[in-house]
T-cell receptor, first 115, second 111 residues
Framework: AQSVAQPEDQVNVAEGNPLTVKCTYS??????LFWYVQYPNRGLQFLLK??????LVKGSYGFEAEFNKSQTSFHLKKPSALVSDSALYFC?????????????FGSGTRLSIRP | SQTIHQWPATLVQPVGSPLSLECTVE??????LYWYRQAAGRGLQLLFY??????ISSEVPQNLSASRPQDRQFILSSKKLLLSDSGFYLC??????????FGPGTRLTVL
């Protein structure tokens, strides 16, 4: 079965420090991977995706993610955290058995950046 | 670029009352459309999706139904709300790129 796992419910980082939000995946075949961010009482915003090519994917708001096939991971990173990065982050994988572009979401990681 | 509207933004309804949530999209044609529910500000549950007018697929059996009367309109309904229907309802669309884009959401509280 296809799935993504976000092993950390919460990540706390000081402003200005680098941040990493972890995601691992399990798919049979080549994965399509996504990161989304959700601010309180808002819909999800698309940050970035990996389909093929460069293992380092750059996205919105200075975020990037590294695809690692051997470790089946797709961790989200940012070199210098901002207080405004505090939000709920979701990793997701395309359901390869669906013809309707269905996405399987992780359980989410709450990122808290302290001033 | 595409835009997703959801109406209303918030809703408080008594148990047993009917429900109708609307999602309309602009700037796209023949998208796939999705309804999700998010409980307690955490995980997302896919409720329904549609690949075209009148075509609805249900992911979980429940008290809700969906309809797509027009290409850019997706409606979530219930005849009688339950307490467990409370949550944050999100509409999303996908085009050929597989990326899903989300609307602003509707906060439903059933009392």
């Amino acid at each position: 079965a296809q799935s993504v796992a976000q092993p950390e419910d919460q990540v706390n980082v000081a402003e200005g420090n680098p941040l990493t939000v972890k995601c691992t995946y399990s798919v049979s075949g080549n994965p399509y991977l996504f990161w989304y961010v959700q601010y309180p009482n808002r819909g999800l915003q698309f940050l970035l995706k990996y389909i093929t090519g460069d293992n380092l994917v750059k996205g919105s708001y200075g975020f990037e993610a590294e695809f690692n096939k051997s470790q089946t991971s797709f961790h989200l990173k940012k070199p210098s955290a901002l207080v405004s990065d505090s939000a709920l982050y979701f990793c997701a994988v395309r359901d390869l058995y669906s013809s309707a572009s269905k996405i399987i979401f992780g359980s989410g990681t709450r990122l808290s950046i302290r001033p | 670029s595409q835009t997703i509207h959801q109406w209303p933004a918030t809703l408080v309804q008594p148990v047993g009352s009917p429900l109708s949530l609307e999602c309309t999209v602009e700037g796209t044609s023949n998208p796939n459309l999705y309804w999700y529910r998010q409980a307690a500000g955490r995980g997302l549950q896919l409720l329904f999706y549609s690949v075209g007018i009148g075509q609805i697929s249900s992911e979980v059996p429940q008290n809700l139904s969906a309809s797509r009367p027009q290409d850019r309109q997706f409606i979530l309904s219930s005849k009688k709300l339950l307490l467990s229907d409370s949550g944050f309802y999100l509409c999303a669309l996908a085009e050929r790129t597989d990326t899903q884009y989300f609307g602003p959401g509707t906060r439903l509280t059933v009392l």
